[in-house]
């Protein structure tokens, strides 16, 4: 199977910063595929460099065998391209399925918008968007929150919203940006959940920017990390978690240390027993 996204030499620069230089990366469409880095690494950058957010300086960028290098936007979104974003940007004012209904492939036409969304005529089209929406919000498990304003949601749950919005556009690759982030235990719990339903059972590719280190170890079936904009390393969770680049890459920035002593000494135990530091 030939790889879904091949992206070589990925480079941008702003002013006299090169957040990205020339990462090359690829996803093969059967895997679970993560981005790490400290922050400022460039994570964030390089997604908008594969939605078309951000243009590349150099390199290219090929998605299910295009070189969409330098396709707009909406034409990634259109070739099968999705992402949510860091921080969550719902449309307050609308219910959770309008959310979603805003975002199908069928609304994407003005003409169409405002007679699906205030159900006026077109009766069919409407029937169809609203049925595709609800299977989506099932699958995220947000089936029974579907008239609520979105931002009556507990935030976990506008996680998932976010997630289930880029699923509406009926895309094959999903980005997510930091999905766990401010995300409790049992919300990340759903999110893994979620995450596994989509590449199972949705047959959608994933790649995904994350901090939490024991939802990125468990997760990931295979890690690329950035920092200073370059790719210092690639590989299972097992050769990142023992790879000399990566660990000095974080030195300083306790929370990796810290999260990767919890995960070889979970419920805060010391291996002396004595539970920590
Ligand atoms: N539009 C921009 N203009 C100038 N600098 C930017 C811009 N976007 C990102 N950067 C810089 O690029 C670097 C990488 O940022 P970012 O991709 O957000 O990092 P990460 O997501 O890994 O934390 C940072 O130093 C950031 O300040
Ligand atoms: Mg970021």
Redesign the pocket.
Known sequence: MPNILEVKDATIR?GG?T?VDHVSLHHTGQEILSLI?P???????FFNLLTGMYMLDEGSITFMGQDISKAKPHERVRAGIARTFQNIRLFSELTVLENLMLAHPACNQERLLPAILMGKGLRASRKRVVEDCEAILEAVGLQDLEGHMSTSLPYGKQRLLEIARALATDPKLVLLDEPGAGMNNVEKDELTAVIHHMTHKMNKHVLLIEHDMRFIMNISDRIVV?DYGKNIAEGVPEEIQNNQDVIEAYLGKTKFFEEMDELEHPHGQAPDGSGGR
């Open positions: 702003f910063l957040a880095g922050n400022g690494a460039g994570k964030t950058t950035l």
